[in-house]
């Protein structure tokens, strides 16, 4: 039985709607927590991107993790690191369990000077044939970043942790700058159907309470339906209007959660038309009705 009293809460966004990263510091940019992938609604985390770095450590069983619409899977003892600005999420399509660890820097922890940003954050950040990075145990030295991540959650406690993630993260910036790609063959169409499709998830993510429709979600991107179409399939494996609905059950896990609102006041709040169609695709979604899911918070 899924743990959802340990449910990650829906996440929070900034204005340009990437996600606001809730660090585990009041003063540095560190977020490292490690989790199993039955705690998200139906083994798949929420899609998102933000300007930190993400890493990725399995520990045991194996995910699917799609970046910006390319489909990978990870096993156990790999991982992944994820460039900053790129569209992820992790999933199980299956139903199979994963124990990870997740960890997110902001690259801002490395830039003690202009020269350091210029010469060797920037060129990684911008490179766009590096938006991720696969960790396999057979290459050194992706082995040894999927082994500092191990060893971050384990220091992540101590006095010193944020000394230790600095030191670290420098260790695997190095590794990664010296075994980078050159970045000369920039795909402009890629960049541009990137930045409609962040567009267009934006919109949804603002407007999501109201009615929207299929020509609604394409006009904000400045594209016809059948492009709209195409991208969201491409990047999530989805027509609009599925990920519309994936976003507002999302949001209900929060307000079940978090308010007693009722089953009804809760679909209208979220833009479902009544509470029976929230409840059936609720249902169909986390596995039981809003109701009973409410009651295993308890």
């Not at 082994?147 to 993260?169: G, N």
């Not at 929207?212 to 969201?232: E, M, N």
């Not at 169609?277 to 039981?288: L, S």
Request: hydrophobic share 35%; aromatic share 12%; proline share 3%.
């Amino acid at each position: 039985m899924k743990d959802f009293k340990n449910m990650p809460i829906s996440m929070k966004l900034n204005t340009d709607y990437s996600e606001k990263v809730q660090y585990d510091y009041t003063d540095y940019p560190i977020y490292i927590r490690r989790d199993l992938l039955s705690h998200y609604p139906n083994f798949t985390a929420p899609n998102h991107w933000h300007a930190d770095i993400e890493m990725i450590a399995v520990i045991s069983g194996e995910m699917k993790y799609n970046v910006n619409g390319k489909k990978l899977l990870l096993k156990s003892g790999e991982g992944i690191f994820v460039n900053a600005e790129q569209m992820h999420y992790g999933y199980s399509d299956t139903g199979t369990e994963c124990d990870f660890i997740c960890i997110l820097l902001h690259p801002m922890l490395l830039c003690s000077s202009l020269s350091y940003e210029q010469d060797f954050i920037l060129p990684l950040i911008r490179n766009s044939r590096m938006p991720f990075v696969l960790l396999h145990s057979e290459t050194s030295w992706q082995r040894e970043i999927y082994d500092q991540i191990r060893f971050l959650y384990e220091k992540k406690e101590t006095r010193t942790a944020p000394l230790r993630i600095l030191s670290s993260f420098s260790h695997i910036w190095m590794l990664l700058y010296e075994n980078m790609s050159a970045d000369d063959a920039r795909d402009t169409r890629q960049d541009r159907d990137l930045t409609i499709t962040k567009d267009m998830v934006g919109f949804i993510q603002k407007n999501y309470t109201w009615k929207l429709s299929l020509a609604d979600i394409a006009a904000s991107g400045s594209v016809g339906q059948s492009k709209c179409c195409r991208l969201f399939s491409r990047y999530f494996s989805q027509t609009p209007m599925m990920y519309l609905n994936q976003y507002r059950l999302n949001k209900s896990i929060e307000l079940l959660r978090g308010t007693d609102l009722t089953i009804t006041e809760i679909a209208l709040s979220i833009g479902f038309g009544g509470a029976s169609y929230f409840a059936e695709t609720f249902r169909k979604w986390a596995g039981m009705s809003p109701t009973k899911f409410r009651k295993k918070l308890l």
